[in-house]
C-alpha cells in the first residue's frame, strides 16, 4: 500500500530555532515529491523535488529529497511566528496520483 | 487570493441529499484539482482534470463524480451523502496536465451533512 509518513506529528520552538521536518515514503512509480504550508486556510505550495540530491531554496526554507533511502526533509531556519502552520508532504506518482502525508503541525513562539 | 474561486463557501444539506460544488481556476490554467480533507482522513486527492479530460483518479468514491468544462470551471457532484462526506473541499489549478507543477488552491467548500 503506497504511504507518506511525516514526523514528527507537531512540534513547538521558539522564534530564532531552527527546524527540521521528515516526510518518508514508500509510494510506486514515484515522480515527484512536493510539500506545502497550511495555515488556517487552503494549503500553498512550497517546493516541488523530483531529482535526488538538489537542495532547493526559498528565503529561509531549504528542501532535499533521497531516492534512494525515500524521504525528503524541510528545513526552516531563524523561525518566525509566521511560520506556525501544518506542513504537509505530498508524493506524486507517474500515473499523476498524489499520496499526503498526515501533516506535521509547527508552534513558533515569540 | 490565489486567483481560485471556490463557490460556495459553505454547505449544509441532509443524508441522501445530492450537492455540487464549483471551482473556477486562475486565468490561463488548463489543470484542476478536486481534494478532500477531513479531521479523520486527512488531506485527500480525488481527481485530476487537464483541459476537460480526466488525468487521474484518486481515492473518489463512486458515489462522487466531476466534470471540466469548455470554459475549464469545474464541478465535483457528490451524490447520497452520507455523514462521513462532511468535510472542506478544495480544488487547485495549475497551467500543466501531465507533469504536475505548482499548484494554486481555493479558499474551499465546507460541506456539513446532517
Known amino acids: 500500500e503506497d504511504k507518506v509518513v511525516q514526523s514528527p506529528l507537531s512540534l513547538v520552538v521558539h522564534e530564532g530555532d531552527t527546524v527540521t521536518l521528515n516526510c518518508s515514503y514508500e509510494?510506486?512509480?514515484?515522480?515527484?515529491l512536493l510539500w506545502y504550508k497550511q495555515e488556517k486556510k487552503a494549503p500553498t505550495f512550497l517546493f516541488m523535488l523530483?531529482?535526488?540530491?538538489i537542495e532547493k531554496k526559498s528565503g529561509r526554507l531549504s528542501s532535499i529529497l533521497d531516492k534512494k533511502e525515500l524521504f525528503s526533509i524541510l528545513n526552516i531556519t531563524a523561525t518566525q511566528t509566521g511560520d506556525s502552520a501544518v506542513y504537509l508532504c505530498?508524493?506524486?506518482?507517474?500515473?499523476?496520483?498524489?499520496?499526503f502525508g498526515t501533516g506535521t503541525s509547527l508552534t513558533v513562539i515569540p | 487570493d490565489s486567483g481560485v474561486t471556490q463557490t460556495p463557501k459553505h454547505l449544509i444539506t441532509a443524508t441522501g441529499q445530492r450537492v455540487t460544488l464549483r471551482c473556477s481556476p486562475r486565468?490561463?490554467?488548463?489543470?484542476v484539482y478536486w481534494y478532500q480533507q477531513s479531521l479523520d482522513q486527512g488531506l485527500q486527492f480525488l481527481i485530476h482534470?487537464?483541459?476537460?479530460?480526466?488525468?487521474a483518479k484518486g481515492n473518489i468514491l463512486e458515489r462522487f463524480s466531476a466534470q471540466q468544462f469548455p470554459d475549464l470551471h469545474s464541478e465535483l457532484n457528490l451524490s447520497s451523502l452520507e455523514l462521513g462526506d462532511s468535510a472542506l473541499y478544495f480544488c487547485?489549478?495549475?497551467?500543466?496536465?501531465?507533469?504536475?507543477?505548482?499548484?494554486?488552491f481555493g479558499p474551499g467548500t465546507r460541506l456539513t451533512v446532517l
Open positions: 486565468s490561463g490554467d488548463l489543470s
Open positions: 505530498a508524493v506524486l506518482n507517474t500515473g499523476n496520483q498524489f499520496y
Open positions: 487547485a489549478s495549475s497551467l500543466a496536465g501531465l507533469v504536475v507543477n505548482e499548484q494554486f
Open positions: 523530483t531529482s535526488s540530491g
Open positions: 509510494v510506486t512509480n514515484f515522480r515527484s
Open positions: 482534470y487537464y483541459n476537460g479530460e480526466e488525468r
